[in-house]
């Protein structure tokens, strides 16, 4: 819709009524699963049996809640450590990628720049099938070459990280590299002027303009890492993360725990958005 055109009341009212409808079928199910997990019921889904934080606070034997669900729990702690892991490696690997993308003088930027895009076009299951039957051939070839068991190479928690890693660090690069392409660049000539070296020149005045857009892309990080089901699944081992238990315990039934870890997600998600959302506008005025 152009605003500076006139339009009709129908296609005002039907533009209107279009917005609505969509943000219902977007919220809608979010707001019937944290309902849900107040649901005074041994499954996770309608009739409305009464209001209950059982699912939170429950200490069993028929209801336990979330903060006594070792299982999840422990998901749950699985999850955040990868998450910061990816986090950490993607903001870093990230960073520099991009200031090599704004270097004129290189010259494999191109196929550099292929290569990064690769893991973003290939679906999730075929990049992690791949990277399982890599990692385990080479670490097969080098244990029976030289005896050496290289424990990174197998599936669990680092390999879940690498894998993550692998297409995760191109949305940061392409995040901090947007943001770098508008830097003016006689900020960095002026500090050296007078008399700053190279380190703090970087360190003071370019990672200074870039720290929304690292912190943005961390975040993204982060929570892309979280959520992350297709490529994790087929790299776990005995410590699953918790978008594979939630779907384990969907799959084989559940009770509405799952509906009380969805709504501390949520909110938790909420708040770290709008945190972001708020710290980015502040760091632009």
């Known amino acids: ?18 917005t609505l409808f969509y943000f219902i079928f977007l919220f809608a199910p979010l707001v019937i699963t944290m309902i849900l997990a107040f649901n005074d019921s041994m499954f996770p889904s309608l009739p409305w049996k009464g209001f209950t934080l059982d ?15 070792k299982m999840n729990l422990r998901a749950i702690a699985t999850s955040f450590k990868v998450a910061i892991s990816v986090s950490i490696l993607s903001v870093v690997v990230g960073t520099m990628a991009a200031f090599l993308f704004e270097q004129e003088d290189f010259k494999f930027k191109g196929a550099l720049y292929f290569l990064m895009i690769a893991p973003l076009v290939i679906p999730g299951v075929i990049l992690g099938i791949s990277i399982l039957l890599f990692s385990t051939t080479v670490g097969l070839f080098i244990e029976d070459t030289f005896g050496i068991d290289i424990k990174i190479l197998r599936p669990g928690f680092w390999l879940i990280v690498l894998g993550q890693f692998s297409f995760i660090t191109t949305i940061v690069t392409m995040t901090i590299s947007a943001r770098l392409k508008k830097f003016d660049r006689t900020l960095e000539e002026a500090a050296s002027d007078l008399g700053a070296n190279r380190f703090e020149v970087i360190r003071l005045i370019t990672l200074q303009y870039l720290k929304p857009s690292i912190i943005g892309g961390a975040a993204i990080a982060f929570l892309m890492s979280f959520e992350n089901f297709n490529t994790t699944t087929f790299l776990i081992s005995s410590q699953p993360t918790l978008p594979i238990i939630l779907y384990q315990q969907v799959r084989d039934g559940s009770t509405p725990v799952i509906n009380a870890i969805s709504f501390i997600l949520i909110v938790s998600v909420s708040i770290v958005a709008v945190a972001n959302l708020y710290y980015g506008k502040k760091e632009e005025t």
């Not at 152009?2 to 009341?9: A, E, G």
């Not at 699912?55 to 669900?69: A, L, R, V």
Request: glycine share 12%; no cysteine; charged share 20%.
């Open 55 to 69: 699912w939170f606070f429950g200490e069993g034997p028929q209801k336990i809640g979330i903060f006594y669900d």
């Open 1 to 18: 819709m152009i605003r500076t055109l006139p339009n009709s009341k129908s296609y005002l009212s039907g533009f209107k009524l279009f």
